[in-house]
């Protein structure tokens, strides 16, 4: 905000110029010869040549002359009278532009950014709920701001608001109508108000989300969620499933998703001694693929890297099968098979496949995260080792 100000101060005293050149030039000319006073005087002196001359239509036309070149007469000014002082406007538009510029520019939304970026664990919660009543008086007045509106989402999600944060996520849909995330969200959000009942047009757009980014996890993570609690336990381990593959393996969240896998598991009655991963298929037929560098490619040893595999001759762009890997393990050659089938799908019962690999710096998988990307024509799933040679590429080019 100092620099801000600063440019302010800079650009308010060059205008001010505006103001005081007049003035300044005015006095410049004062010390410099009237130009009417010298033609008055050029007048004078010819019209004493042609009295010497005797030559009356001349000096006739000389009057004529003088009288055109003549400036206008001054108005007259009544005595005490004064001009309108012209510095007047200077403070007058500073302080019009500083009304303007605080009611419809941007400087509310600079303070909210500093409020938000100094609350800390330490902030009470009298200072969190005055930050949250500005964030709704700004995002009144400024309806298509998306930032906002994701912020009073979340907001109200965490204070169990449910019908405000379905309220505010309609809102943030009618802008981004087909955002995933914000698709998930408003699905989320009106499970929870409706009860923890998934209605239709919430099942939609959870379904519109994964169809838009087939790794959306709060997405599956609710229908599989609604699914196990209307008694379809082997939906809800599809959806568990596709979940758990993108996962790092032994970690606390594949460890929680394989549990809940469990349970629906032992709700259909089969036997789970422990709440692990399910049991992978046997490898059947599958595609080799050789992930390759271009040379002078800049990944991150801790970037994700993804490689899966899609139906060739299907509209959905959901993966049946995946591999995670890490950025330090390229170039690579690796096997996708049933083994690595995942919701149930195996590789080997697909014609034609596409194989992709998706390298983010974040970890989310989909396009739209990756930096580098690379992908397949379609190839069949076979038991030969033959790979697939796949070249990384910068995402754009």
Same mark, same amino acid.
């Given at each position: 905000?100092?620099?801000?100000?600063?440019?302010?101060?800079?650009?308010? %005293?060059?205008?001010?110029?505006?103001?005081?050149?007049?003035?300044?030039?005015?006095?410049?000319?004062?010390?410099?010869?009237?130009? *009417?006073?010298?033609?008055?005087?050029? /007048?004078?002196?010819?019209?004493?040549?042609?009295?010497?001359?005797?030559?009356?239509?001349?000096?006739?036309?000389?009057? /004529?002359?003088?009288?055109?070149? *003549?400036?206008?007469?001054?108005?007259?000014?009544? !005595?005490?009278?004064?001009?309108?002082? *012209?510095?007047?406007?200077?403070?007058?538009?500073?302080?019009?532009?500083?009304?303007?510029?605080?009611?419809?520019?941007?400087?509310?939304? +600079?303070?909210?950014?500093? &409020?938000?970026?100094? /609350?800390?664990?330490?902030?009470?919660? =009298?200072?969190?709920?005055?930050?949250?009543?500005?964030?709704?008086?700004?995002?009144? &007045?400024?309806?298509?701001?998306?930032?906002?509106?994701?912020?009073?989402?979340?907001?109200?999600?965490?204070?169990? @608001?449910?019908?405000?944060?379905?309220?505010?996520?309609?809102?943030?849909?009618?802008?981004?109508?087909?955002?995933?995330? *914000?698709?998930?969200?408003?699905?989320?959000?009106?499970?929870?108000?409706?009860?923890?009942?998934?209605? !239709?047009?919430?099942?939609?757009?959870?379904?519109?989300?994964?169809?838009?980014?087939?790794?959306?996890?709060?997405?599956?993570?609710?229908?599989?969620?609604?699914?196990?609690?209307?008694?379809?336990?082997?939906?809800?381990?599809?959806?568990?499933?596709?979940?758990? =593959?993108?996962?790092?393996?032994?970690?606390?969240?594949?460890?929680?998703?394989?549990?809940?896998?469990?349970?629906?598991?032992?709700? %259909? $009655?089969?036997?789970?001694?422990? =709440?692990?991963?399910?049991?992978?298929?046997?490898?059947?037929?599958?595609?080799?693929?050789?992930?390759?560098?271009?040379?002078?490619?800049?990944?991150?040893?801790?970037?994700?890297?993804?490689?899966?595999?899609? @139906?060739?001759?299907?509209?959905?762009?959901?993966?049946?099968?995946?591999?995670?890997?890490?950025?330090?393990?390229? !170039?690579?050659?690796?096997?996708?098979?049933?083994?690595? #089938?995942?919701?149930?799908?195996?590789? #080997?019962?697909?014609?034609?496949?596409? +194989?992709?690999? &998706?390298?983010?710096?974040? $970890?989310?998988?989909?396009?739209?995260?990756?930096?580098?990307?690379?992908?397949?024509?379609? +190839?069949?799933? #076979?038991?030969? $080792?033959? !790979?697939?040679?796949?070249?990384?590429?910068?995402?754009?080019?």
């Amino acid at each position: 905000m100092t620099g801000f100000y600063g440019i302010c101060a800079a650009l308010l %005293l060059a205008s001010a110029l505006f103001y005081l050149l007049p003035p300044l030039r005015r006095r410049h000319w004062a010390g410099e010869e009237d130009p *009417a006073q010298a033609n008055l005087a050029w /007048l004078r002196q010819r019209r004493r040549e042609l009295a010497e001359s005797g030559d009356a239509d001349l000096e006739d036309d000389l009057r /004529l002359r003088l009288l055109e070149e *003549a400036p206008p007469a001054p108005v007259a000014v009544p !005595p005490g009278a004064r001009g309108f002082p *012209a510095w007047i406007l200077l403070p007058a538009v500073a302080l019009l532009s500083a009304l303007l510029y605080h009611q419809l520019g941007a400087a509310p939304d +600079v303070v909210l950014a500093r &409020q938000m970026a100094a /609350l800390g664990p330490d902030s009470s919660p =009298a200072e969190l709920r005055q930050l949250i009543d500005r964030i709704e008086q700004r995002a009144a &007045q400024r309806p298509d701001n998306l930032h906002y509106l994701a912020l009073l989402g979340r907001h109200y999600m965490g204070q169990e @608001d449910y019908a405000r944060a379905r309220d505010t996520y309609e809102g943030l849909l009618q802008l981004v109508p087909d955002d995933a995330q *914000a698709l998930a969200y408003a699905a989320q959000a009106d499970y929870l108000a409706s009860g923890r009942e998934l209605r !239709p047009a919430a099942r939609l757009r959870a379904e519109q989300a994964i169809a838009a980014d087939p790794h959306q996890r709060t997405a599956l993570g609710l229908l599989g969620m609604a699914a196990f609690e209307h008694g379809d336990y082997r939906g809800a381990i599809v959806y568990w499933e596709r979940l758990l =593959a993108m996962e790092t393996p032994d970690s606390a969240g594949a460890r929680m998703i394989a549990d809940v896998v469990a349970r629906a598991r032992q709700q %259909l $009655g089969e036997d789970v001694a422990v =709440a692990s991963p399910p049991q992978q298929p046997a490898a059947g037929a599958g595609i080799t693929v050789r992930v390759r560098l271009p040379e002078g490619a800049a990944i991150g040893p801790d970037d994700t890297v993804f490689v899966l595999a899609r @139906d060739a001759g299907g509209s959905s762009r959901m993966p049946i099968a995946v591999q995670r890997l890490s950025g330090r393990e390229l !170039p690579v050659t690796l096997r996708l098979d049933d083994s690595n #089938s995942m919701a149930g799908r195996r590789i #080997s019962e697909f014609a034609r496949v596409v +194989v992709a690999v &998706q390298v983010s710096p974040g $970890g989310q998988p989909g396009e739209d995260n990756a930096s580098w990307l690379a992908e397949s024509a379609p +190839v069949p799933p #076979s038991d030969s $080792g033959q !790979p697939v040679e796949l070249e990384l590429r910068p995402r754009g080019s």
